[in-house]
T-cell receptor, first 109, second 113 residues
Framework: GQNIDQPTEMTATEGAIVQINCTYQ??????LFWYQQHAGEAPTFLSY??LDGLEEKGRFSSFLSRSKGYSYLLLKELQMKDSASYLC??????????WGAGTKLIIKP | SQTIHQWPATLVQPVGSPLSLECTVE??????LYWYRQAAGRGLQLLFY??????ISSEVPQNLSASRPQDRQFILSSKKLLLSDSGFYLC????????????FGNGTRLTVT
C-alpha cells in the first residue's frame, strides 16, 4: 500500500525554528508538495520538490531525499500566523497525489 | 491572474435531500479540475477529477457525482444525501503539467442532519 507519515502535532515558540518531517512509501515518485492549511480554510501551496536537496523560499525551506523516502519543511523565524496544519503530498508513478494527514503546528508566544 | 470560486461556503441539508455545489475558474484555459473531501483531522480524499469537458474520473464509489458542463465549471451533486456525506468539500484546479500545484477554492462545509 501507499503511505505518507507526518507527526500529528508539533509545538514551537514564536521566533524559533521548526522542522516538520514527512516520510513516504509510494509506488514510484514524481514529486512532493507541501501545503499550508489554516483552520477552517483551504490548503495553499508552499513548495514542490522533485530532485534531492533543499529549496528555499523566504522563511520556508523544503528538503527532499528520494533514496530515504524523506522530506522536511523548515520554518524559520516563526510567527503566530504560522500556526496551521502542514500537508505533505506525493505524486506516485501514476501521477496520483497521495496525501498525508497533516501536521498541526501550534506556535506559542 | 487565475481565481477559483466555490459556493456556498456553508450548507446544512437534511438526509435524503439533493446537493449541488458549484465551482468556477477564471483566468486559465483547459485546467484540470478536482473535487476533494476532508474529514476532520484526516487527509484529503480525492472524489473526482476532470481533464476536460465531459471527462470525469471517479476515485471512490460513493453517493456523489460530478459534471463539467463547461471548460471552467465543475459541479458536485447528489440525489439523496447521507449522514456520512458531511464534511469539508474543496474544489481545486491545476495546470496540466505534473509539477503544477493545486489551487483550492475556499471550500464548502456541508452538514447533513
Amino acid at each position: 500500500g501507499q503511505n505518507i507519515d507526518q507527526p500529528t502535532e508539533m509545538t514551537a515558540t514564536e521566533g524559533a525554528i521548526v522542522q516538520i518531517n514527512c516520510t513516504y512509501q509510494t509506488s514510484g515518485f514524481n514529486g512532493l508538495f507541501w501545503y499550508q492549511q489554516h483552520a477552517g480554510e483551504a490548503p495553499t501551496f508552499l513548495s514542490y520538490n522533485v530532485l534531492d536537496g533543499l529549496e528555499e523560499k523566504g522563511r520556508f525551506s523544503s528538503f527532499l531525499s528520494r533514496s530515504k523516502g524523506y522530506s522536511y519543511l523548515l520554518l524559520k523565524e516563526l510567527q503566530m500566523k504560522d500556526s496551521a496544519s502542514y500537508l505533505c503530498a506525493v505524486l506516485d508513478s501514476n501521477y496520483q497525489l497521495i496525501w498525508g494527514a497533516g501536521t498541526k503546528l501550534i506556535i506559542k508566544p | 491572474s487565475q481565481t477559483i470560486h466555490q459556493w456556498p461556503a456553508t450548507l446544512v441539508q437534511p438526509v435524503g435531500s439533493p446537493l449541488s455545489l458549484e465551482c468556477t475558474v477564471e483566468g486559465t484555459s483547459n485546467p484540470n479540475l478536482y473535487w476533494y473531501r476532508q474529514a476532520a483531522g484526516r487527509g484529503l480524499q480525492l472524489l473526482f477529477y476532470s481533464v476536460g469537458i465531459g471527462q470525469i474520473s471517479s476515485e471512490v464509489p460513493q453517493n456523489l457525482s460530478a459534471s463539467r458542463p463547461q471548460d471552467r465549471q465543475f459541479i458536485l451533486s447528489s440525489k439523496k444525501l447521507l449522514l456520512s456525506d458531511s464534511g469539508f468539500y474543496l474544489c481545486a484546479w491545476s495546470g496540466t503539467e505534473p509539477s503544477s500545484p493545486l489551487h483550492f477554492g475556499n471550500g464548502t462545509r456541508l452538514t447533513v442532519t
